[in-house]
């Protein structure tokens, strides 16, 4: 698990999934705060795939900023329920 996490490919590969999401969705989207989950996902994504290019020099700064793209990564989940009840 701890390999998967400090893989750029894998890092990659989500980024660019968040990124089709938010393309394969958009019209579903219609008032601006419904982005605000997609938007946390991106974060979380670029921020860790920064982690992981940052940490092979600077592992404290990885650490810290794997550490922000969980929170992004909380957040996101967060948004995404409540969006999900909202649209009900």
Not at 25 to 45: H, K, L, N, P, T
Not at 61 to 69: C, E, F, P, S
Request: glycine content about 4%.
């Amino acid at each position: 698990m701890n390999k998967a996490l400090k893989s750029t490919l894998l890092a990659w590969v989500a980024l660019i999934l968040v990124v089709l999401v938010l393309c394969l969705s958009f019209s579903q989207r219609g008032v601006w705060w419904a982005y605000i989950d997609i938007f946390f996902a991106f974060m979380m994504c670029f921020i860790h795939l920064m982690a992981v290019y940052m940490g092979k020099k600077l592992p404290t700064i990885g650490k810290q900023l794997d550490m922000a793209a969980f929170v992004c990564g909380c957040l996101a989940l967060l948004a995404y329920i409540i969006e999900f009840f909202l649209f009900q």
